[in-house]
């Protein structure tokens, strides 16, 4: 496991409240791996989620830390979106 992910996964724990997200995403960082957010929080790892978004490092480094907004992040193509809008819209509010 990456130490980078890691982090990444106990930053987004630092930004979800417990329960506020209640659908599945997951994160897959270009040469990193997957980050799983759900009810529980984020963790690493690699399982079937409701939405799928796809980013370079930088790119989600960029989300993470709130200097991209996630929206725009899609807008111009530096994030791609699988599986439902919805839950994609709903974690970038839980993440704001």
Do not use: Y
């Not at 270009?30 to 759900?38: A, H, K, P, T």
């Not at 709903?90 to 704001?96: E, G």
């Amino acid at each position: 496991m990456s130490d980078t992910l890691a982090q990444a996964a106990e930053a987004l724990n630092s930004k979800l409240d417990a329960g506020e997200f209640d659908a599945s995403a997951k994160f897959e960082i270009e040469g990193l791996g997957s980050i799983v957010l759900d009810g529980a929080g984020a963790r690493v790892g690699d399982e079937d989620t409701d939405v799928t978004m796809k980013a370079d490092a930088d790119t989600f480094q960029s989300i993470l830390e709130g200097e991209l907004n996630p929206t725009a992040a899609f807008m111009s193509g530096k994030l791609t979106i699988d599986g439902d809008m919805g839950t994609a819209m709903k974690l970038a509010s839980a993440l704001s």
